[in-house]
């Protein structure tokens, strides 16, 4: 089983700033939160990894609240070319990630 | 840095022949691989862990003697499909996580392979 629940799909316009909530209330204390992108017949993509509070890179920013039940991906003024599915996950060390469904973003002109 | 290749990127077979899939971490070791498969509009599934100089270890209802894994170096973990069968069409991914201690907690995957069987 997935230890993640995130939303199946969100749509938006170009250029407004996107916000993907993904809830992981079994998270473990060695556990790091992170999320990826995957475009159609490709491996996924590393966006970003946080451990708690927030983390910022130059495609996107994570947020984690305190108790780390939840984590939301921020992607500001998204374009047509953000359009993908993005996934959220949590593990540490050598576990190997479990994929749940993922979040399919539909960015429209 | 962080690469991960996978060769071939495609391929086509007949029924019953053996593919070999490559996965390779071009700039880190990594003692620990995985692969997973993918079936269109699904999500990537798991179906074993590479471990450097042991045997994988597999997941529930996947096909060690179908699914040959070897991990012969610290960069370097194949798949084998043997005996193929158009079931087995599908999109193969591997992932690699640095040693410990390198480039954080995150496993980065390969571009995958598609594996088409007639």
């Known amino acids: 089983l997935a230890k993640t629940t995130q939303p199946i799909s969100m749509d938006s316009y170009e250029g407004q700033e996107v916000n993907i909530t993904c809830s992981h209330n079994?998270?473990?204390?060695?556990?790091?939160i992170t999320w990826y992108q995957q475009f159609p017949s490709q491996g996924p993509r590393f966006i970003i990894q946080?451990?708690?509070t927030k983390v910022t890179n130059e495609v996107a920013s994570l947020f984690i609240p305190a108790d780390r039940k939840s984590s939301t991906l921020s992607l500001p003024r998204v374009s047509l070319s953000d359009t993908a599915v993005y996934y959220c996950?949590?593990?540490?060390?050598?576990?190997?990630?479990?994929f749940g469904k993922g979040t399919r973003l539909s960015v429209i002109a | 840095g962080a690469v991960v290749s996978q060769h071939p990127s495609w391929v086509i077979c007949k029924s019953g022949t053996s593919v070999k899939i490559e996965c390779r971490s071009l700039?880190?070791?990594?003692?620990?691989m995985f692969w997973y498969r993918q079936f269109p509009k699904q999500s990537l599934m798991l179906m074993a862990t590479?471990?450097?100089?042991?045997?994988?270890?597999?997941e529930q209802g996947v096909e060690k003697d179908k699914f040959l894994i070897n991990h012969a170096s610290l960069t370097l973990s194949t798949l084998t499909v043997t005996s193929a069968h158009p079931e087995d069409s599908s999109f193969y991914i591997c992932?690699?996580?640095?040693?410990?201690?390198?480039?954080?907690?995150?496993?980065?995957f390969g571009p995958g392979t598609r594996l088409l069987v007639l």
């Open positions: 992932s690699a996580r640095p040693l410990a201690g390198a480039l954080g907690e995150t496993q980065y």
């Open positions: 079994n998270i473990a204390t060695n556990d790091y």
């Open positions: 946080g451990y708690k």
């Open positions: 996950l949590v593990g540490s060390g050598n576990t190997p990630l479990v």
């Open positions: 700039d880190f070791q990594a003692t620990t």
């Open positions: 590479s471990n450097e100089g042991s045997k994988a270890t597999y």
